[in-house]
């Protein structure tokens, strides 16, 4: 394990391509962490409405509601939780509480980012 997972730490994973869901799930899963998914902003939204995540992380470029959209939901509702954006596209939005990380990822970049950000308390470098 590269960074234990405190118990009962909950993750959403966001992102339209269903195969990077399921790596950050499984990744994540195997790190200790809950792992909840959806794949679009709406749909995340809908899953945080249900439990309060530790971390959500999300990618910019999705349908019905992307990323950036997202955090601006989040911030209204649950200003504290702390937001890791991912882009293959996009350069690093500046976006307060948040996390930039460009696609394609290192694994054990994300997990070590992943475990920082939920260790902290925040999304801020």
Known sequence: MRGVALAGEVVLVVDDEHYIVDLLADLLEEEGYQVRRAYDGLAA???IER????LVIADIMMPRLDGLQLVA???QQHAGIPVILMS???ASPRQPGTVFVAKP???DDILAIVSRVVHSGNGTR
């Open 73 to 75: 939901r989040l911030r």
């Open 105 to 107: 990822f290192d694994i």
């Open 88 to 90: 293959a596209a996009v």
């Open 45 to 47: 939204l809908t899953e």
């Open 51 to 54: 439990e309060v995540p530790d």
